[in-house]
């Protein structure tokens, strides 16, 4: 089981799962060979890899699957299954597809629509049990472990002080439609980095907020046309872009994607500061033009 550790200054937690330290770095070894990738059933495959088609049998029991068929059936576009090496008693992995290298910049937009899907499922059916984090490491640079395409849904403590970040007022517009706006908001942390909000929860008359379980499915087909193109621009600026991003589990939820561009370093591993190096003004500049 993990251990909840507290700083007594701070207020701030530290999480003990030496269990992480045996998670498999597929991410590295599999950089040289390139990926042992075939084709097999229409789908880019990795024999080794458990998270392709055919090698259902080689996670953990299946908790949910979107596709017609029962669990370890091969008739399936997205799985959720235990993360092996879990972070808190309860981690799941959210497998993309069946393909071990489309990811969501290339996906079909039916295919991120059910991603989206997929999360508000999980989020709903966790969020009676904790504060739920749902996030995706991509690329060498992210903490990524494992080449083929996931997410992860993590669910803490309710009593846990998370350190994130409540909605930051809307500055450096990217893109906008009638329901969100993409933004690079002045706080920025990171060069680049891109969050994708709900219009009605940067009003100030909107006073209660809303969770991400609440999204209709207007909404998500909206927000992965969003999502898909924000990442499409990133990947245009950022070839081998690794990247993280996670979706805040409180009211006035929203998306933060942090292009992995730089690394940090003494001082602000000393400090606890944040230096960026891009004006997130300019940022944005370049990122709404780049159509």
């Not at 060979?33 to 084709?39: R, T």
């Not at 370890?72 to 008693?89: E, S």
Request: charged share 25%; glycine share 6%.
């Amino acid at each position: 089981m993990a251990r909840f550790i507290p700083d007594i200054n701070t207020k701030r937690w530290v999480i003990i799962t030496p269990k992480r330290a045996q998670r498999h770095e597929s991410s590295k070894e599999q950089k040289g060979d390139p990926y042992q990738v075939i084709q097999k059933a229409g789908y880019n495959h990795n024999q080794n890899c458990p998270f392709c088609l055919g090698n259902e049998d080689q996670t953990p029991p299946e908790i949910y699957r979107w596709g017609e068929s029962g669990p370890n059936d091969k008739n399936w576009l997205v799985r959720v299954v235990p993360n092996k090496y879990p972070i808190t008693d309860i981690h799941e992995v959210i497998i993309h597809s069946p393909d071990h290298l489309k990811d969501i910049v290339d996906m079909d937009r039916s295919s991120v629509e059910i991603l989206l899907k997929v999360y508000r499922e999980r989020y709903n059916v966790l969020s009676q049990k904790g504060s739920v984090i749902i996030f995706n490491n991509k690329g060498a640079r992210s903490g990524e472990s494992l080449v083929h395409p996931h997410s992860q849904v993590v669910v803490l403590p309710s009593q846990i002080t998370l350190d994130a970040l409540a909605l930051e007022p809307v500055d450096n517009i990217v893109h906008e439609n009638e329901i969100f706006v993409t933004f690079c908001p002045d706080f920025s942390q990171w060069p680049y980095e891109v969050w994708i909000a709900q219009k009605k929860c940067c009003q100030e008359e909107h006073k209660d907020g809303c969770r991400f379980g609440e999204i209709t499915d207007p909404g998500i087909t909206k927000l992965a046309h969003t999502l898909q193109e924000t990442l499409q621009k990133l990947h245009k600026k950022f070839p081998d872009l690794s990247y993280n991003y996670y979706i805040y589990p409180h009211a006035c939820w929203y998306l933060r994607i942090i292009p992995r561009v730089i690394d940090r370093a003494g001082f602000e591993l000393g400090t606890g500061l944040s230096v960026n190096i891009i004006d997130p003004l300019e940022a944005a500049k370049e990122l709404g033009n780049d159509k």
